[in-house]
């Protein structure tokens, strides 16, 4: 049987430029959200756009409500309509009783406008986002 020994070996490692490599790592967290809300930003007023091209027009007061409340610090973008009849643009009603007699047999329609503007998003978001991050840490 061999004989075991405990030995203990000691190594010195030098980096260099470690400090400077320490403090580009600490600023990435900074730089990857202000990265992310430049993306989220471009992202946001795109689907607004398309959402206005979707939407339908009699007066024009829907496609002029659409705006996007963005705050950078989250970052979060909320994009949509300010009208109070939005909903049932986008999703129909049900029959009811507005000062428009068809309405009352009927119902409306669903014409979507901000879905399809959101789904168009999941295919070209992921690239917005990864190209804004790959140059911001370049």
Do not use: C, W
Request: glycine letters at 8%.
């Amino acid at each position: 049987l061999p004989r075991t020994t405990s030995r203990s070996y000691m190594i010195s490692v030098k980096v260099i430029g470690g400090k400077a490599a320490a403090n580009k790592l600490k600023n990435y967290g900074l730089v990857i959200k202000g990265a992310s809300a430049r993306a989220i930003s471009k992202i946001a007023l795109r689907v607004s756009n398309d959402a206005k091209q979707f939407a339908p027009v009699d007066l024009g007061e829907l496609r002029a409500s659409i705006g996007i409340d963005f705050d950078p610090s989250i970052p979060q973008a909320i994009v949509g309509p300010t009208v109070n009849y939005a909903a049932p643009v986008e999703f129909g009603s049900r029959p009811h009783f507005p000062p428009v007699e068809p309405l009352a047999e009927r119902g409306t329609s669903p014409h979507p406008f901000l879905r399809p503007a959101a789904m168009q998003a999941k295919q070209y978001a992921p690239g917005i986002v990864s190209a804004d991050i790959k140059q911001a840490i370049k």
